[in-house]
C-alpha cells in the first residue's frame, strides 16, 4: 500500500479561536496563526525573521476538539492542506487562502504536557507483541499479493 502524506504546517495560535457553523450545520474552528521565520547565517547561526500569519481552519470532530484545547500562544503542528479562494471587496475580487487541518495537535518540541490514555496492552505485554507480530505477517502478506510474489 502506498503511503499517504498531505501537506503540514506548523507555528503558533496568533488570535483567540472562533467557533461558527457552516450551512451543512458542522462545527467550523478558526484561528489566525503566526509561523516563525529564520535566517541561516554564514557563521552557522541563524537570525529570527518576522513572523508571517494565515487564516488556519478546522470542521466537525477536529473544529469541535481543537475549540476546547488550543488558545492563544500555544505551539501546534497541523497535517491537510491549502485551499485558495476569491472573496468580493469593494467590488473587486481577491484571491485568499486558508491551511485546512484535518489533523492538529500541540508541538511537543514547544509543549509541555500529560497524555491520558484509554486502557490498552502495555507495551512490551505478550498480548501487545502477537498483535504486532500479527500486523506485520497480515501486511507482508497483503504486499507481496499486490506485487505479484
Same mark, same amino acid.
Given at each position: 500500500?502506498?503511503?499517504?502524506?498531505?501537506?503540514?504546517?506548523?507555528?503558533?495560535?496568533?488570535?483567540?479561536?472562533?467557533?461558527?457553523?457552516?450551512?451543512?450545520?458542522?462545527?467550523?474552528?478558526?484561528?489566525?496563526?503566526?509561523?516563525?521565520?529564520?535566517?541561516?547565517?554564514?557563521?552557522?547561526?541563524?537570525?529570527?525573521?518576522?513572523?508571517?500569519?494565515?487564516?488556519?481552519?478546522?470542521?466537525?470532530?477536529?473544529?469541535?476538539? $481543537?475549540? !476546547? /484545547?488550543? *488558545?492563544?500562544?500555544?505551539?501546534?503542528? @497541523? =497535517?491537510?492542506?491549502?485551499?485558495?479562494?476569491?472573496?468580493?471587496?469593494?467590488?473587486?475580487?481577491?484571491?485568499?487562502?486558508?491551511?485546512?487541518?484535518?489533523?492538529?495537535?500541540?508541538?511537543?518540541?514547544?509543549?509541555?504536557y500529560q497524555v491520558t490514555r484509554t486502557n490498552r496492552p502495555a507495551?512490551?505485554?505478550?498480548?501487545?507483541? $502477537?498483535? !504486532? /507480530?500479527? *500486523?506485520?505477517?497480515?501486511?507482508?502478506? @497483503? =504486499?507481496?499479493?499486490?506485487?505479484?510474489?
Amino acid at each position: 500500500m502506498a503511503l499517504h502524506t498531505q501537506h503540514s504546517l506548523s507555528g503558533f495560535i496568533a488570535s483567540e479561536p472562533q467557533q461558527s457553523i457552516t450551512e451543512n450545520g458542522d462545527t467550523r474552528f478558526y484561528v489566525r496563526v503566526g509561523q516563525p521565520h529564520f535566517r541561516h547565517e554564514y557563521n552557522g547561526s541563524f537570525t529570527a525573521l518576522k513572523p508571517t500569519f494565515h487564516d488556519l481552519v478546522a470542521y466537525r470532530a477536529t473544529a469541535e476538539r $481543537a475549540l !476546547t /484545547r488550543f *488558545a492563544r500562544g500555544d505551539s501546534f503542528v @497541523a =497535517a491537510g492542506y491549502v485551499r485558495t479562494f476569491q472573496v468580493e471587496r469593494d467590488g473587486e475580487f481577491i484571491q485568499r487562502e486558508e491551511f485546512v487541518a484535518k489533523k492538529i495537535g500541540h508541538d511537543l518540541a514547544g509543549t509541555n504536557y500529560q497524555v491520558t490514555r484509554t486502557n490498552r496492552p502495555a507495551p512490551g505485554s505478550e498480548q501487545d507483541a $502477537a498483535a !504486532t /507480530r500479527e *500486523a506485520i505477517v497480515s501486511e507482508t502478506e @497483503a =504486499a507481496h499479493a499486490s506485487s505479484g510474489w
